[in-house]
């Protein structure tokens, strides 16, 4: 790790700010342009990893193609003794997790404001053809002047990227409390994946929670695929049904059901009075699980089962054909 003094090719570093799980993030004064920026220098365990260090690189990528006043500016790019390394500019403001946990419930012409400018970003992302599937309050941050910033497209997919796999799935593929069903079932996602996690983040600025919670990681997902979501205009009387039923259909569990893009949902958002509220009223009951659902350890265990009972089978019958 670098140390305040430090010279890092044309930056001298300031100060340590965050540690991710697969690079340092320093803030950092650029000897050339003479101004305070970020600096991100992947880990020499990252740069090991062919999975890790194709995520960085795929930040980068991303960073450099984006401009947009929600989403963190990206300064450039370079390599320095064979590291590579990303500058983007300098962002002062607190977390949307700290301002979560301390202001939420938010009023809903805030939190709608809030939220407009986050889906204006990610909206412009999508136009690009880049899905940034992280999102959460952790990944921005809120300035001052309340000007969400959208950080950290390490995950992001875009229109040049593969799949790869990560040895650390709970660290690197998303955060459970704000994953869309089809992420968690395996697939890559698409604009509606993003925007399932802006209904999350939304719902947790009008409540101060998330609608899914439990005990561990894996409760957490088994509620996003089958728990039935709640209907905020009667938990919160503050709230109207035409707000209720945008947040709804964020939330939707199959993805075809939900908004077809960011751009439909930022028209909701601009006009409220004319929002179709019957998906309201739509049926709410969980769905019916299957005994591998309800027991999923079972599973393996039947499996285990089977096949000591198939060997114990192909024992027997070899047995019985031995010759005497």
Partial sequence: MLQIGDQFDHFQILGHIAQGGMSDVYKAYDLLSSKEVVLKIPDKMSIGDPAQFERFQRELEVMETLRHPSIQLGLGSGRYNSTPYLVTELVIGKSMRDFVQSAAPVPPDQAVQLIRKIA???????????????????????????????????????????????????????????????????????????????????????????????????????????????????????ITPQLAAVVMRCLERDPKDRYSDLHAFIHDLDNLNDVDISILEKSRTPKALSLWERFPL???????????????????????VRPK
């Fill in 120 to 238: 204006d970003g990610i909206a412009h992302c999508h136009d690009h053809g880049i899905i940034h599937r992280d999102l959460k309050p952790e990944n921005i941050l809120i300035t001052d002047e309340g000007q969400p910033i959208i950080l950290d497209f390490g995950l992001a997919l875009t229109k040049k990227s593969y799949r790869v796999t990560y040895a650390n799935l709970s660290s690197t593929a998303g955060t459970p409390d704000y994953m869309a069903p089809e992420q968690i079932e395996g697939q890559r996602g698409d604009q509606r994946t993003d925007l399932y996690a802006v209904g999350i983040m939304f719902f947790e600025l009008l409540t101060g929670r998330v609608p899914f919670s439990g005990d561990n990681t894996m409760v957490v997902m088994s509620q996003h695929l089958h728990a039935v979501i709640p209907r905020l205009d009667r938990e919160q009387p503050n």
């Fill in 298 to 320: 079972l599973k393996p265990v039947g499996i285990a089962v089977f096949i000591l009972l198939a060997l114990i089978i192909l024992a027997v019958i070899l047995q019985s």
